[in-house]
């Protein structure tokens, strides 16, 4: 009788227990030690959140010109990123990692902030998670999938990215106010020390993308810091109007620059004075509540969506339909991370694209992400080292998202005068006009509006139509303030 003999890789999958039992490690073809290899090439293709997010939130003034802080930002976006993928590679089983969401980010600092204090941003955060949650729990997701036709979606993608590419190069000083003109190239022209930092370090991010280097945005800001530090103190003293924008990068004097406990402050801040939502929305608009809680809710659901699919298609975990299986258990980690994002004051959390570094290193279960969350967690007490990135460092990365996100516009149908023009509308509002909730509106009320006209009212969704009525009421108010006043 011949003895069936069996090779090491078939050994090395046996199920070994519980844990790979639960996670399905053996039945996905992995193994415990490429699990642990994928969550860490994850965790160093993302990890630049944990310094970018910071310098959009930390950096931005509420309605009152407060500001969050960057270090402490850096903290709670390191805690919250480190909850949140545990929670997702329990709850999902899945090679998916959560983190602050960058766009979602943007709408937070630029769209919401504005308009009140901090603490009642991040309720209103806590607000989308739950509705969102609730959405996913219903199946309401499906009603609001057949709301929004798939160019538009894409549209608001590209829309915030082209608004991230603006605010990029507007915070390095590479793109400022002319005279006589909204914009120009630098002062004039590109003088000064901080935008060398920013255009070397731009070119060095592109060529580590475009080689494919993994961890390149990460490799890109740590360069561009390290020269930033260089020029400084070897140069020092810029001329006036010439120096950094913000973070003046100096060479680490002691431990306490490096590591030190993290300031987990901004946990709870939404408690901080109590609420303020009722006074706040009558003074601003329930409109514009609305139409900005509608904003964060559309991008992190279809932004979640999409990447989900798309690294799941990539893995090999997707049916003949393209379809994941218990797709539910993702998004209800999902949203539970938006809430922690509210908790913490850490911005509206999301499934990354850049899970896709784990994947390729073979990643296929929930095992992942919670090695990746354990990086996170680690590095929230590294989060002094934000105080050495001036803009001028980390802002290249903005614009490499940008082009990113950017590159999603090739699956719009531009032949589509409906779809064509409200997505044109989308994508230039959003910078145009420094906000992605106009962005959306304007898109929506667009493709309304053309479709209506060329005897196609029928494609639009009913609720399709109750949001456009929403944003055109909201666009209006002052003249029809004025009609009747």
Same mark, same amino acid.
């Given at each position: ?5 069996? =090779? ?21 073809? @992995? ?44 903290? !709670?976006?390191?805690?919250?990123? /480190? ?22 980010? /943007? ?28 959405? !996913? ?6 009603? &609001? ?7 538009? %979606? ?45 255009? &070397? ?10 080689? %494919?280097? %993994? ?8 360069? =561009? ?9 070897? #140069? ?22 490096? &590591? ?9 801040? #939404? ?5 303020? *939502?009722?006074?706040?929305? =009558? @003074?601003?608009?329930?409109? $514009? ?7 964060? *809710? ?39 991370? $938006? ?5 913490? =004051? ?42 050495? !990135? ?44 420094? @906000? ?19 005897? %196609? ?10 949001? /456009? ?11 029809? $303030?004025?009609?009747?006043?």
């Amino acid at each position: 009788m011949n003895t069936p003999t069996t =090779s090491p890789n078939a050994a090395e999958r046996a199920p070994g227990g519980p844990l790979d039992r639960y996670f399905r490690v053996s039945e996905r073809g @992995s193994t415990l030690g490429t699990e642990i290899r994928g969550g860490l090439a994850t965790f160093f293709a993302m990890a630049y959140i944990v310094v970018l997010n910071p310098l959009i939130i930390g950096t931005a003034e509420d309605v009152d010109g407060r500001t969050l802080g960057i270090p402490e930002v850096a903290a !709670v976006t390191a805690l919250v990123a /480190a909850i949140s993928c545990l929670l997702m590679g329990v709850v999902s089983r899945y090679p998916f990692a959560i983190a602050a969401g960058m766009g979602l980010n /943007a709408v937070i600092a630029y769209g919401l902030a504005p308009l009140m204090p901090w603490a009642d941003v991040f309720l209103l955060v806590i607000i989308e998670g739950v509705l969102l949650l609730i959405l !996913v729990l219903t199946g309401f997701r499906t009603a &609001v999938f057949a709301a929004i036709p798939p160019g538009l %979606k894409t549209a608001i993608a590209v829309g915030v990215g082209l608004f991230l590419a603006l605010i990029g190069l507007a915070n390095a000083g590479f793109v400022q106010q002319g005279e006589g003109t909204p914009v120009q190239l630098g002062d004039g022209g590109l003088h000064g020390w901080p935008i060398l930092v920013f255009v &070397v370090g731009l070119l060095v991010s592109i060529a580590l993308y475009a080689r %494919k280097v %993994k961890g390149a945005l990460l490799i890109g800001i740590v360069a =561009s810091t390290v020269l930033a530090i260089i020029v400084e103190a070897v #140069f020092g003293g810029t001329e006036e109007g010439l120096g950094w924008s913000l973070t003046v990068p100096s060479v680490p004097t002691g431990i306490g620059d490096l &590591v030190a406990l993290p300031d987990l402050g901004l946990v709870g801040l #939404f408690t901080d004075g109590g609420f303020n *939502l009722v006074e706040r929305w =009558s @003074s601003i608009g329930v409109a $514009t509540i609305l139409m900005l809680v509608f904003t964060l *809710l559309l991008a992190d659901f279809f932004d979640t969506m999409g990447t989900m699919v798309g690294v799941a298609n990539q893995a090999g975990l997707t049916d003949e339909d393209g379809n994941l299986a218990n797709a539910r258990e993702v998004l209800v980690a999902d949203s539970l991370g $938006t809430v922690l994002g509210g908790v913490g =004051s850490a911005s509206v959390n999301t499934v990354y694209a850049e899970s896709a570094a784990g994947v390729g290193e073979g990643a296929r279960t929930g095992i992942a992400p919670i090695v990746t969350g354990a990086l996170f967690l680690v590095s929230a007490f590294f989060t002094p080292l934000v105080n050495l !990135v001036p803009f001028e460092a980390a802002t290249p990365v903005l614009v490499l998202v940008a082009f990113m996100m950017m590159t999603q516009v090739v699956s719009i149908d531009f032949k589509d005068p409906a779809i064509g023009l409200g997505s044109f509308m989308a994508i230039i509002m959003m910078p145009f006009t420094y @906000s992605i909730a106009n962005g959306i509106g304007f898109g929506l009320i667009t493709y309304a509006f053309v479709s209506l006209v060329t005897g %196609k009212a029928r494609q639009v969704h009913p609720l399709l139509w109750l949001v /456009a009525a929403v944003f055109l009421i909201h666009f209006a108010e002052a003249p029809i $303030t004025a009609l009747f006043s």
